[in-house]
C-alpha cells in the first residue's frame, strides 16, 4: 500500500513540474494577416495600437506567450491614454487590454503545443488524476469500526500551516492572479481543453472553460477522497453527490451545450446576488435579444432569489444551498475539506465575519439598486456616480480577489470557508433568513457530551459547536451551512440535524454560547 501511494505522489509530483513547464513551451507569431483580420472583427479605429503593433510583434516569432501578451496590452495602454488626452473617444479600445491580449495570443500559437494537445491531455490531466486516485485509494479500509480518524491533522506540514500548506497557498494564489489579470500567460493550458471545448459549445476553449474543467475535475477526485473518508456517514456521501452533480451538469455541461444552439450561457444554479452581474446593462440586454428562452432565464433568476431561496432556507435551512448546491461550496468540501480545521473560532473573526459579509451583502444591493435605475432611466451615472465604475470596482474587489484569489487561495492558511464565511451576499442573504425564519437546527444532547471538542475544530464556520453541545443548547447561527461535519465527527451522537418547528428552537437558556465567551461574566451580569 505504501509502494502505490508513493508512485501516486510522484506521479502527480511530475505532472505538476510538466504543467508549469508547458507555460514556457511552444511558438508564437502574429502574421500580418491575422493582426488585420483581427483589427477588423474587433473594429478597432486606433491607428496609434495598429502602429506599434505591427513595430513590435507582427509576423516575428516567439518562444513564450509572455513578451507577445505584455506588448499588446501595453499597446492598448498606450493607444487609450494618448486618445483619451486628445479626446479620441471614437479611437479608444474599450475592451480591457489583457482580455485583448489573450485573445491575439491565442489565436497566435503554433508548434509542439497546439500540434499535440491530446497527448499532452493525456499526460497532465490523465496522469495527474490516475496519479491522484493511486495515492488516495489505498487509504480504504473496509474493515474497522466506523468513524472519523483525525491522523495526526495538526502535526501535518500541509494541514497545519505548514511549508506545504504555504506552497499551496502561493501556487494558488498566483493561479489566480493569472486567470483573472493574464490570461494571455496560460494559453498552453487552454490549447489541451480546446477539443472539449469544441465537443461541448463548438467553440474554442477560454480561460474560463479552461477553470471550469479544472474545477470538476479537481471536485471529482477529491469527491472520492469525501467518500473515503465519510464512507460510514450516508449524509455526507449523499451531500458530497449532489454538490459533484449540480456543479458538473449545471454549472459546466449545461451552460456550455446552451451555447452550442446559440442560447445565452447561464447557470440555472447560481443565484443573485452571488450571481452580481445578473442585472447589469450587457446581460440584460443579452437575454432580452435572446427571445422566449432569454425571458425565461430572466423570469427564473428573479424568482430564484425572491421565491425559491428564502422558500428553501426556511424549510431546510441555507444548507440546501451552501452545502448541497453552491459549485463554490462544493469545492470548499472538496478541495478544501483538508482545511477545515484551520477556520478561527475567536470572538475577533466571528465580529469581523459579521460586518464583512453583511458589508458586502448592502454594497451587493447598493450596486444593482443603481444598476437598474440606470438601466431602466437610460442613464450612465446616478447621483454623479458612474454605474459602470461602481461595477467595476465590486467585480474587482468582490467578483474577483475576494471570491477568487482569496476565496480559495487562502484554504490552506485560514481554511476552507473564506469566501463563503466572510465575502459570499447569498450567504449573508440566506443567513438572515436562516436565523430569525427557518425550521433547520441543530440539536444537542449536552448529557452526552464528553467534550472532546472534535465538532468545534472541524467547524468550517468558526461556530464553537462545542460550547453549545455542553450546555444542550439548540444551534441556530446565520452562519451555519449545515454541513454536518460536526455531527459526523461527535464520538457520542451528541448533535443531529433537523428541520423542527420553530417553536422553542432557540432553547431555554438566555446565556449567549460559543466563540471565547465568558459563561461566568454573563451570568455575573445578571
Given at each position: 500500500?505504501?509502494?502505490i ?6 506521479l ?11 507555460l ?9 494577416q ?7 472583427q474587433k473594429n478597432?479605429?486606433s491607428?496609434l495600437?495598429?502602429?506599434t ?5 507582427v ?25 483619451k ?5 471614437s479611437m ?5 487590454p ?12 503554433t ?10 491531455w ?13 495515492f ?23 494541514t ?15 493561479f ?7 490570461p ?7 490549447y489541451l ?6 465537443s ?5 476553449a477560454?480561460q ?10 479537481i471536485m471529482?477526485v ?6 473515503i473518508?465519510?464512507?460510514h456517514?450516508k ?10 452533480f449540480?456543479?458538473?451538469v449545471?454549472a459546466?455541461?449545461?451552460?456550455e ?19 452580481y ?8 440586454n ?10 425565461f432565464i ?13 422558500v428553501?432556507?426556511?424549510?431546510f ?10 459549485g463554490?461550496g ?14 478561527s473560532?475567536s470572538l475577533?473573526?466571528w465580529?469581523?465575519?459579521?460586518w464583512l459579509v ?5 454594497f451587493a444591493l ?7 435605475y440606470?438601466?431602466f ?14 461595477q467595476?470596482?465590486y467585480g474587482?474587489?468582490i467578483?474577483?480577489?475576494f471570491a477568487?484569489v ?7 492558511i485560514?481554511?476552507?470557508r473564506v ?12 443567513g438572515?433568513i436562516q436565523?430569525?425564519?427557518?425550521r ?8 452526552q457530551?464528553?467534550s472532546c471538542g472534535n465538532c ?7 461556530i464553537?459547536?462545542r460550547?453549545y ?6 444551534i ?9 461535519i460536526c ?5 457520542r ?30 451570568l455575573?451580569?445578571?
Amino acid at each position: 500500500m505504501k509502494t502505490i501511494r508513493t508512485l501516486g505522489l510522484g506521479l502527480i509530483l511530475a505532472v505538476f513540474a510538466l504543467f508549469i513547464s508547458l507555460l514556457f513551451m511552444g511558438q508564437y507569431k502574429l502574421t500580418n494577416q491575422a493582426f488585420e483580420d483581427f483589427i477588423t472583427q474587433k473594429n478597432i479605429a486606433s491607428p496609434l495600437f495598429r502602429e506599434t503593433l505591427k513595430n513590435k510583434v507582427v509576423d516575428q516569432e516567439f518562444s513564450t506567450p509572455f513578451y507577445l501578451a505584455n506588448s499588446i496590452s501595453k499597446a492598448v495602454e498606450f493607444a487609450n491614454e494618448t486618445h483619451k488626452k486628445n479626446k479620441e473617444w471614437s479611437m479608444v479600445i474599450w475592451e480591457k487590454p489583457h482580455s485583448l491580449a489573450y485573445q491575439m495570443v491565442k489565436s497566435s500559437g503554433t508548434g509542439f503545443v497546439v500540434q499535440n494537445k491530446i497527448i499532452l491531455w493525456f499526460l497532465s490531466f490523465g496522469l495527474a488524476i490516475f496519479g491522484a486516485l493511486l495515492f488516495m485509494l489505498p487509504a480504504i479500509q473496509l474493515k474497522g469500526p466506523p468513524g472519523i480518524k483525525n491522523n495526526h491533522i495538526f502535526h501535518s506540514s500541509a494541514t497545519n500551516r505548514g511549508w506545504i500548506a504555504w506552497f499551496v497557498f502561493a501556487f494558488l494564489i498566483s493561479f489566480y492572479l493569472v486567470l483573472y489579470f493574464r490570461p494571455g500567460y496560460m494559453v498552453n493550458w487552454i490549447y489541451l481543453v480546446d477539443p472539449i471545448s469544441e465537443s461541448l459549445s463548438g467553440n474554442p476553449a477560454s480561460q474560463w472553460f479552461l477553470y471550469g474543467f479544472l474545477y470538476c475535475v479537481i471536485m471529482s477526485v477529491m469527491a472520492v477522497r469525501m467518500y473515503i473518508k465519510y464512507r460510514h456517514n450516508k449524509y455526507q456521501v449523499l451531500r458530497t453527490t449532489s454538490v459533484l452533480f449540480f456543479q458538473i451538469v449545471f454549472a459546466f455541461l449545461i451552460p456550455e451545450i446552451l451555447v452550442r444552439f446559440e442560447k445565452p450561457w447561464y447557470d440555472f444554479k447560481n443565484a443573485f446576488p452571488l450571481d452580481y452581474d445578473f442585472f447589469f446593462r450587457w446581460n440584460l440586454n443579452e437575454l432580452l435579444e435572446s427571445g422566449g428562452f432569454g425571458l425565461f432565464i430572466l423570469v427564473w433568476g428573479v424568482l430564484l432569489t425572491l421565491v425559491v431561496v428564502p422558500v428553501m432556507v426556511y424549510f431546510f435551512g441555507k444548507r440546501w444551498y451552501c452545502s448541497w448546491v453552491c459549485g463554490c461550496g462544493g469545492l470548499a468540501e472538496t478541495l478544501g475539506d483538508p482545511y477545515r480545521q484551520l477556520s478561527s473560532k475567536s470572538l475577533f473573526s466571528w465580529k469581523v465575519e459579521r460586518w464583512l459579509v453583511h458589508g458586502v451583502l448592502v454594497f451587493a444591493l447598493l450596486m444593482t439598486g443603481l444598476t437598474l435605475y440606470g438601466y431602466f432611466s437610460e442613464a450612465y451615472e446616478v447621483f454623479g456616480i458612474k454605474v459602470q465604475t461602481l461595477q467595476d470596482i465590486y467585480g474587482f474587489l468582490i467578483g474577483s480577489i475576494f471570491a477568487g484569489v482569496i476565496g480559495t487561495g487562502f484554504y490552506p492558511i485560514f481554511g476552507n470557508r473564506v469566501w463563503c464565511r466572510f465575502g459570499c451576499p447569498l450567504a449573508a442573504y440566506m443567513g438572515v433568513i436562516q436565523r430569525f425564519k427557518s425550521r433547520f437546527r441543530i440539536t444537542t444532547n449536552g448529557g452526552q457530551c464528553i467534550s472532546c471538542g472534535n465538532c468545534s475544530t472541524y467547524c468550517e464556520q468558526g461556530i464553537d459547536v462545542r460550547a453549545y453541545a455542553q450546555k444542550g443548547e439548540n444551534i441556530v447561527r446565520a452562519s451555519c451551512v449545515g454541513c454536518g461535519i460536526c455531527s459526523a465527527v461527535c464520538p457520542r451522537g451528541v448533535l443531529k440535524l433537523e428541520n423542527g418547528p420553530e417553536e422553542g428552537r432557540i432553547g431555554s437558556s438566555d446565556v449567549l454560547l460559543g466563540n471565547e465567551m465568558n459563561l461566568m461574566d454573563q451570568l455575573h451580569d445578571k
